[in-house]
């Protein structure tokens, strides 16, 4: 039964802590995504990795970090130097981020909020 | 900046009836578009796509039109279903050297059925 798994499903966050986000994904997809969405704003991308040790920034990537060491696994740490961190997380893959066309395959998310 | 725009945060519709849901975007490199419908607390499910080179595209009751002239994009559901109710994001992307990648999503239209 292959999709996208999204852990935990709620977190919360004490002022000044990192917290980790977890996605893994067993579609064997090359490329994965992290995007974030608040009321009225859409969903607006974070990170985005087109491979293995391979990620390039989105457009509101200051303060997270990821890592792709594995090419199932895409974690999203939200670091303290995120200010507005409150919001719903979604992590998707592509099958490849070089071909046309793709559409992208999307977790159930992670609503992290702050303490 | 805005590249796709959802001006109907809400649209309510009597079941069996069409509902219409508008998409405007601004970036003429745009060459591929795509409906994702999203339930609360879930992630997005892609609905259906089209390329800059079709009109139209049809799958059962969804239809979506694009006017590339114009910028525009609808989605078509005939008739409307109670299941139907989501938040419908509209999303495009533009080929680059990786291919299409990063989609640029709009804001969201909340579809709301009326039995």
Redesign the interface.
């Known amino acids: 039964d292959g999709g996208?798994t999204?852990s935990p499903?709620y977190l919360f966050r004490k002022e000044g802590q990192n917290v980790t986000l977890s996605c893994e994904q067993n579609l064997n997809h090359d490329?994965m995504y992290w995007?974030r969405q608040d009321p009225?704003?859409?969903?607006?991308?974070i990170y985005?990795s087109?491979i293995v040790n391979d990620f390039q920034k989105?457009d509101i990537a200051e303060g997270y970090s990821v890592s792709r060491e594995k090419k199932e696994s895409f974690p999203l740490t939200v670091t303290s130097a995120q200010k507005n961190p409150t919001a719903?997380y979604?992590c998707?893959s592509s099958i490849?981020?070089?071909?046309?066309?793709?559409?992208?395959?999307?977790?159930?998310?992670t609503?992290l909020s702050v303490l | 900046d805005q590249q796709v725009k959802q001006n109907s945060p809400s649209l309510s519709v009597q079941e069996g009836r069409i509902s219409i849901l508008n998409c405007d975007y601004t970036n003429s490199m745009f060459d591929y578009f795509l409906w994702y419908k999203k339930y609360p607390a879930e992630g997005p499910t892609f609905l259906i796509s089209i390329s800059s080179i079709k009109d139209k595209n049809e799958d059962g009751r969804f239809t979506v039109f694009l006017n590339k002239s114009a910028k525009h994009l609808s989605l078509h559901i005939v008739p409307s279903q109670p299941g139907d109710s989501a938040v419908y994001f509209c999303a495009a992307s533009a080929v680059s050297n990786f291919g299409n990648e990063k989609l640029t999503f709009g804001t969201g239209t909340r579809l709301t059925i009326i039995p």
């Open positions: 996208i999204q499903k490329a995007y009225g704003q859409g969903l607006r991308l985005y087109q989105g719903f979604l998707a490849t981020a070089g071909g046309t066309n793709e559409k992208l395959f999307f977790g159930s998310g609503q």
